[in-house]
């Protein structure tokens, strides 16, 4: 498995976001020599299959590889593999204070767990050891995890090893580089031996794997042969229940791929289940499905909660209470609606937020927790009477699960106020009142009966169907078709750091007036969205949008439609000539530039190319370029005075000679120099594009 960051880069995300959205800041672009650092949290991100940077020169390979250490109970080895790019100056690897060195090459050591490279090879490397049994808490709310044994009677275990298993943290390290040019980044993490990974998570042992792929994330059930007895069901069965979930749960943030491993239940666990990073999830193999309290859910919501993260939105303490509120009401729902419990069942587990000590807290207020699941407890019920009264409110138009997609749409600290004005703009002011009310007061609502749940729960909103509005993107005042590669895939390439305008139509096929949600999705992660009024029958298409700010593949989504984005930096595509005819002319006279361009990739390229010229550029045009295919772009020009001017598109450069004077076949005239002009290209491609997640 891979997963690709480019590094060094803000994303800017479309315009049409919450009222919680703070801007970020963007690049300068600039290519001098700067500092620049990799966070510990997005190195140990999801991984993603995305393709590198453009060209592998510009692209910091690392290879991280875990070995099992049956003999040494409670540690493991951990290799990191190098790949250093020229624009790589200079760069400095922290591991941690409780990283053990073992071995290094090309590194030297630079401070307690810090690195750093000697430049003597491009390849080097540094091999660890690592603690592997751990406790406290890990996940969602960021806060320092705990390494030790529980020998001192501690609080059960998050990650462990046994020697004849283990599941582990994969490591995650910072780095600070110096660069002279834009650089990528790429992670492959393997298991040396026996076990299983996705990036965030890896198991030491024999395991068996079970794949389930539903609306473009794939479903990774990893059971272990030391769990294989224990399993709560049919591995099959969850697996189904997992892709079921994915389908039903209609929130943004979907992952390409989630990995859940069914740990065995020999050990002292703390949890009954842990989710880290974009994806990755283990559950005690002997949870049960058929409970209100189904882990697997739970740690499955998890991994839909993309506002949760700390580089895109985060929470606060005012919010903090939604992370495992919405987890642990959507688990029930979702058994309930998929018939694994009974009312009773589901109305029981909610209405354990009315008893004491969890309803004598104040959500919003964590320090008036006096039960630290007061969260878990009074919040799914707090969660469950704002979306029953929200449906209500809206005749079933809008529900709790279309706010968490707004969620998931924005940028900035999720503040209380900013939680509330959300409530208030899908269901009016008195929906507002009562989330006040039991957020930001010690009140507690009465678990519903089953009759008012049929009244709010049954209620059907308007029926809306989604999908692209046109054949082409909109970029730079161009269009840019999307086209059906041989593989029956859609694909589309569009301009780097350029507004691409999607056109998401809508049209309300049910019997009733209502809300719809057109939404676009990049990589799983709504970026733009409208919510506009559509009477029965109508049909309406919203223009959203959404700027990549750096080179990738970058999967679309539009309802049930998926388009595969190229966007691609000017390395690649190849200018490969450059004409000017005639070579000389008086001044006024025009002269025809013709520039060839080649797509050397694998995949759709689009480009806007300029001709550049002492006086500016000139004669912008957009081209779009199949895998190994060539066009030329032609540009007239006339310059009014005499001289040599040099003009250029891509690397390629000519000289045109205005001469006035009756020796025109000379080379040069003295008293005219060349002046050197710079060509501004705006590209985009597949293969070799940087991944998904920014830092």
């Given at each position: 498995m891979k997963r690709a960051v480019a590094v060094f880069l803000v994303v800017l995300l479309a315009s049409s976001l919450p009222a919680f959205v703070a801007a970020g800041a963007a690049s300068d672009g600039s290519g001098s020599t700067a500092e620049s650092s990799q966070s510990t949290l997005d190195d140990t991100a999801a991984m993603t299959t995305a393709d590198t940077a453009s060209s592998g020169e510009d692209v910091l390979h690392r290879t991280t590889t875990l070995r099992h250490l049956s003999d040494q109970p409670g540690e493991f080895e951990?290799?990191?593999?190098?790949?250093?790019?020229?624009p790589i100056v200079g760069f400095e690897i922290d591991l941690g204070e409780r990283a053990a060195l073992e071995e290094a090459d090309g590194f030297e050591t630079a401070g307690e767990g810090t690195y750093r490279w000697t430049e003597e090879t491009d390849e080097p490397s540094i091999r660890v050891r690592m603690p592997a049994n751990q406790t406290g808490e890990v996940g969602h709310i960021p806060e320092p995890v705990q390494f030790h044994d529980l020998s001192d009677g501690g609080e059960g275990y998050t990650f462990v090893d046994t020697g004849e298993w283990g599941i582990v943290q994969v490591p995650g390290i910072s780095i600070s580089a110096r660069q002279t040019a834009e650089v990528g980044f790429e992670e492959e993490v393997v298991v040396d031996g026996p076990g299983a990974t996705g990036g965030e998570i890896a198991f030491f042992g024999a395991v068996a794997e079970h794949e389930r792929t539903t609306d473009g994330e794939t479903i990774r059930l990893i059971v272990?042969?030391?769990?294989?007895?224990?399993?709560?069901?049919?591995?099959?069965?969850?697996?189904?229940?997992?892709?079921?979930?994915?389908?039903?749960?209609?929130?943004?943030?979907?992952?390409?791929?989630?990995?859940?491993?069914?740990?065995?239940?020999?050990?002292?666990?703390?949890?009954?289940?842990?989710?880290?990073?974009?994806?990755?999830?283990?559950?005690?193999?002997?949870?049960?499905?058929?409970?209100?309290?189904?882990?697997?859910?739970?740690?499955?919501?998890?991994?839909?909660?993309?506002?949760?993260?700390?580089?895109?939105?985060?929470?606060?303490?005012?919010?903090?209470w939604l992370v495992e509120a919405q987890a642990e009401y959507y688990a029930a729902t979702l058994a309930f609606e998929k018939g694994l419990i009974e009312f009773e069942e589901f109305a029981h587990f909610l209405e354990g937020g009315e008893r004491s000590p969890y309803a004598d807290g104040t959500l919003a207020q964590p320090d008036t927790w006096s039960h630290d699941r007061t969260d878990y407890v009074k919040g799914r019920l707090v969660y469950g009477e704002i979306d029953r009264r929200l449906r209500l409110a809206t005749d079933g138009d809008r529900t709790a699960a279309d706010v968490f997609r707004v969620l998931n749409a924005g940028e900035g600290r999720l503040t209380g106020a900013s939680y509330l004005e959300l409530l208030e703009v899908a269901g009016g002011g008195e929906v507002r009142s009562i989330a006040e009310e039991y957020t930001e007061t010690d009140a507690t609502p009465e678990m519903w009966s089953q009759q008012a749940h049929g009244e709010a729960f049954d209620l059907q909103g308007a029926t809306i169907e989604y999908d692209l509005g046109a054949e082409a993107l909109t970029a730079a005042g161009e269009s840019w078709p999307v086209v059906t590669d041989d593989d029956?895939?859609?694909?589309?390439?569009?301009?780097?750091?350029?507004?691409?305008?999607?056109?998401?139509?809508?049209?309300?096929?049910?019997d009733r007036e209502g809300t719809a949600d057109p939404t676009l999705e990049i990589d799983g992660r709504v970026v733009d969205y409208a919510q506009p009024e559509l009477a029965a029958g109508d049909r309406t298409t919203e223009n959203l949008t959404w700027t990549p700010?750096?080179?990738?593949?970058?999967?679309?989504?539009?309802?049930?439609?998926?388009?595969?984005?190229f966007v691609g930096s000017s390395a690649s595509v190849t200018v490969t000539e450059l004409s000017i005819a005639p070579e000389t002319v008086a001044p006024g006279d025009p002269l025809t530039v013709t520039a060839t361009i080649e797509n050397e990739g694998e995949n759709p390229v689009a480009a806007i190319?300029?001709?550049?010229?002492?006086?500016?550029?000139v004669g912008a045009q957009s081209v779009s370029l199949e895998s190994g295919e060539t066009t030329t772009i032609t540009e007239e020009l006339r310059f009014d005075d005499d001289g040599e001017y040099e003009v250029a598109v891509g690397e390629q450069t000519g000289v045109a000679v205005v001469d006035s004077s009756p020796l025109a076949e000379l080379d040069s005239i003295p008293g005219f120099g060349l002046v050197t002009a710079v060509v501004a290209v705006a590209v985009v491609v597949g293969a070799g594009a940087i991944g998904r997640r920014w830092i």
């Open positions: 951990t290799e990191i593999e190098f790949e250093v790019p020229s272990p042969e030391a769990a294989e007895a224990d399993l709560a069901d049919d591995p099959e069965i969850i697996v189904d229940l997992l892709g079921w979930a994915s389908e039903r749960l209609n929130v943004g943030a979907r992952s390409e791929e989630v990995f859940v491993v069914a740990v065995p239940p020999t050990v002292d666990w703390g949890p009954q289940g842990v989710q880290v990073g974009d994806g990755n999830a283990w559950v005690v193999a002997d949870s049960p499905l058929e409970s209100p309290a189904n882990v697997w859910l739970h740690e499955y919501v998890h991994t839909r909660q993309g506002y949760v993260d700390p580089e895109t939105v985060g929470t606060t303490d005012e919010t903090r029956g895939g859609r694909v589309v390439a569009v301009p780097v750091d350029e507004s691409v305008s999607v056109p998401v139509a809508a049209r309300n096929v049910g700010s750096e080179p990738g593949t970058f999967d679309l989504r539009v309802g049930d439609e998926r388009v595969t984005v190319l300029s001709v550049e010229t002492p006086e500016g550029s």
